[in-house]
């Protein structure tokens, strides 16, 4: 999370993928337009790092010029589109390019558009890096558009919050809710569940536990638990695709959470990406990990208890435990450097009373 001026952001589109969304731009100006002699046009001031990245892929002769024009008051769309800084180049007969850091009610591009008709020019095409047909309300055609994006305030990439934001080079969007979604960490015994139990309750957050969806499941012979049984039995991980689109079914069960405590999820990099993704579709982000820190063979100890009353299999055997616990370390250890790099990592000891333990999670959870 990031914080401009009174407002708050959230990550929402990564420099990579705006860089590929470019690179798709480009190759289609370099096959349309190779023997044209373009004049380009960047839209000050949103445009100009678009406007540069794109230029560096276009490979023919071609023109660079800037107009400088405003339309944003704070996060409102007004409607009025000021021109600050006219076009000196003679425009008629010539192909010009309008690059566009975003086009959302297309103010803008209708009013350079009748600028540009005016002084000759019959052939302009429209560039923008970021679309929003949601809140389009022009017919003018956007013949190269980057990714389409929601109705919602971004920064970033040239974009700004009254003035800040535009060296970041990924793009934010504004943070659309005080959620407050926890990733619950640990080896398998560390006491996930049972502290899930009751910081769900003090926080008022809707706990998701993988492991008992999945054991809901394999209990009423669904096919999802037929599937995930096999791996699970052996202490393996049911595969990605599967555990992910089955969290993000739980989550949209939930739409009026406060927020969630994940618990057993993500246990891979590519389920924490999938995380981040569906909670940044939402206006929001995981705010922390808290990882429960216990000794090995004090997890092997506490597993093979809970196996005599939990009726789980996968506790019974001390060597599908011992490869629960091998699986966590080569697998999932991984995501406390995901998160830290992140400052969102939180370890506590996880031994002692549940309640002394309760007590170290929320001194974390009341700094969030
Ligand atoms: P747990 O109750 O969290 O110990 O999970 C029990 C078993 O369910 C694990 O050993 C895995 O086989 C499976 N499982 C639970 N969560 C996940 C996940 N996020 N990814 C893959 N497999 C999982």
């Known amino acids: 999370m990031i914080k401009l001026h009174d407002l708050q952001f959230v990550p929402f589109i990564s420099e990579d993928k705006i860089s590929a969304a470019i690179d798709d731009i480009s190759v289609r100006l370099n096959n349309d337009l190779a023997d044209k002699n373009p004049l380009f046009i960047g839209v000050l001031n949103g445009a100009f790092m678009f406007a540069s990245e794109l230029l560096k892929r276009f490979h023919h002769d071609c023109e660079v010029s800037f107009i400088k024009l405003s339309s944003y008051q704070g996060t409102e769309t007004t409607q009025e589109v ?209 990882a429960l820190e216990v000794d090995d063979e004090v997890l092997v100890q506490r597993l093979l208890e809970r196996g005599k009353t939990s009726g789980r299999p996968d506790d019974a055997d001390e060597n599908v435990i011992r490869n629960r616990i091998k699986v966590y370390y080569n697998e999932t250890a991984i995501l406390k450097n995901y998160y830290q790099k992140q400052d969102k990592y939180f370890g506590v000891d996880g031994v002692g009373a549940i309640d002394e333990i309760t007590e170290r999670l929320s001194a974390v959870i009341d700094k969030l």
């Open 82 to 290: 000021k021109e600050l800084v006219g076009l000196n180049e003679d425009v008629s007969g010539r192909t010009i390019v309008i690059i566009e850091d975003i086009v959302d009610t297309g103010n803008t591009i209708e009013v350079l558009s009748e600028l540009l008709k005016s002084k000759g020019c019959k052939d302009f095409k429209i560039a923008t890096l970021f679309f929003k047909p949601e809140a389009y309300t022009k017919q003018i055609n956007i013949e190269y558009c980057g990714i389409e994006i929601p109705n919602r305030f971004i920064v970033g990439y040239g974009l700004d919050y009254n003035g800040l934001g535009r060296n970041l080079t990924d793009v934010y969007q504004l943070k659309s809710s005080n959620m407050t979604n926890l990733v619950l960490f640990g080896p398998p015994g560390a006491g996930k569940g049972t502290q899930a139990e009751v910081l769900k309750t003090k926080y008022n957050l809707v706990h998701i536990s993988t492991g008992d969806v999945f054991r809901y499941n394999i209990k009423n012979a669904t096919e999802l638990g037929m599937l995930a049984k096999s791996f699970i039995d052996k202490g393996q991980l049911v595969p990605d695709e599967v555990t992910i689109n089955m969290l993000n079914a739980e989550v949209d069960k939930n739409p009026d959470a406060k927020g969630f405590i994940f618990d057993g999820f993500p246990r891979t990099e590519a389920q924490a990406d999938s995380l981040a993704e569906l909670l940044s579709s939402k206006g929001t982000e995981v705010s922390a990990m808290v």
